[in-house]
């Protein structure tokens, strides 16, 4: 009789075996299609195992490099007697830097939004720092730039957050910390450009000391006289070394220039008044 598709080893069993035999023969290619899907999900659930596991140790490592960046940063304000260009760079770089990470590593991957805390944990005090070291640099007027960071923190908080917004994968709380984080980042970003990068020619100007004040965890501040006609009584964040040899009725010199961003800035020294700038950190060549 004719074989058909089965195996030739089945003519020589009983017609019993031989069903039970050729059963077996035909499901085996199920079970080892079975195995192989089963060992092909194991090794996708170990693999995204690993992803997360790698995710994890990834934003463990960045938050721990934020706090140790923030603490040298404190530590270089206090050493460095002109930190300004690192310190903008460092700034500027560190939030979106720990931002992208935790989109690569993590956010990507599980679909989470992890990024928006790694940003408001990098920018919690990354931008008060930067501005320990300008407490000498004061502007003419903060107006424009509170209008112009509250604008731009708003803007870039937008654009970040609104897609997720639209998707419902978070509340309203997140964009608003965004917004105010995003406000303090642009405003200390703001002000060191437009003092750091600024090339203009400096105005001189004397006026007279109506009074000092100590501040806490600050610069010494001295309250000047209007220089400028139409002008106020000025709070100036000045070094130690200035507030200790001036007093009030003295006369003080004011250094003013019209800054990179066109947000006019100046900074006390003692007489005489050379046009230059003084020591502009409070703590700089400690």
Not at 119 to 126: I, Y
Request: hydrophobic letters at 45%; charged letters at 10%; aromatic letters at 8%.
């Amino acid at each position: 009789m004719g074989s058909g598709n089965c195996p030739r080893w089945t003519l020589a069993l009983t017609p019993v075996a031989a069903a039970y035999a050729i059963c077996e023969h035909l499901a085996m290619p199920h079970e080892h299609a079975t195995t192989t899907g089963e060992a092909t999900v194991a090794a996708a659930l170990a693999t995204t195992t690993r992803r997360n596991r790698c995710g994890e140790h990834v934003v463990e490592l960045l938050m721990s490099g934020v706090g140790i960046i923030n603490f040298m940063m404190f530590l270089g304000i206090g050493l460095d007697p002109n930190p300004y260009r690192w310190l903008m760079a460092v700034q500027i770089g560190l939030p979106w830097v720990s931002f992208v990470l935790t989109w690569h590593f993590q956010d990507r991957q599980r679909g989470s939004d992890n990024r928006y805390i790694a940003f408001l944990f990098s920018n919690l005090f990354t931008p008060l720092l930067a501005l320990i070291a300008f407490g000498h640099m004061s502007l003419v007027s903060q107006l424009s730039l509170v209008g112009g960071a509250c604008v731009a923190g708003l803007a870039v908080s937008a654009v970040l957050t609104t897609p997720a917004l639209i998707h419902r994968r978070f509340g309203a709380t997140i964009p608003i910390m965004m917004a105010g984080s995003l406000a303090l980042y642009c405003y200390s970003a703001l002000y060191q450009l437009n003092c750091v990068l600024d090339r203009s020619p400096s105005t001189v100007y004397e006026s007279k000391i109506s009074a000092k004040g100590l501040t806490y965890l600050g610069p010494n501040a001295l309250k000047i006289r209007p220089w400028i006609q139409g002008g106020n009584i000025a709070t100036v964040g000045v070094s130690p070394k200035v507030f200790h040899s001036v007093r009030p009725g003295d006369t003080i010199c004011i250094v003013q220039r019209n800054g990179a961003l066109h947000m006019p800035w100046f900074s006390a020294q003692t007489s005489p008044c050379t046009g230059v700038t003084v020591d502009i950190g409070p703590v700089g060549g400690m």
